[in-house]
């Protein structure tokens, strides 16, 4: 089972990144998939979740009408877009896939947001 996340780097304040999360080794179709982040000296928090149709999304709050998180079961891969980014969303950004009892984590994707 892998989950392996890219899209990270440097963008300046109000800049945009679209993060990627390609899966291998489960049926992604049956997944649900989130992203979550970390920053630095702080607790890993959920971002955003998407259905196994993608028909349900969510968002916390801090993200919500700025991401937007979208799956392709065709290419197991989920994505989340990320607009007018701003320092507070410097973190890692990880991907989660839950199966039943089964969940998977990937190595995340340093997004620094800086001028």
């Known amino acids: 089972v892998q989950l392996v996340e890219s899209g990270g780097g440097l963008v300046q304040p109000g800049g945009s990144l679209r993060l990627s999360c390609v899966a291998s080794g489960f049926t992604f179709s049956s997944a649900v998939m989130r992203w979550y982040r970390q920053a630095l000296r702080k607790e890993r928090e959920w971002v955003a979740t998407i259905s196994t149709t993608g028909g349900i999304r969510t968002y916390a709050d801090s993200v919500k009408g700025r991401f937007t998180i979208s799956r392709d079961n065709a290419k197991n891969t989920v994505y989340l877009q990320t607009n007018s980014l701003n320092p507070e969303d410097t973190a890692v950004y990880y991907c989660?896939?839950?199966?039943?009892?089964?969940?998977?984590w990937g190595q995340g994707t340093q997004v620094t947001v800086s001028s």
């Open positions: 989660n896939a839950v199966r039943g009892r089964d969940n998977y």
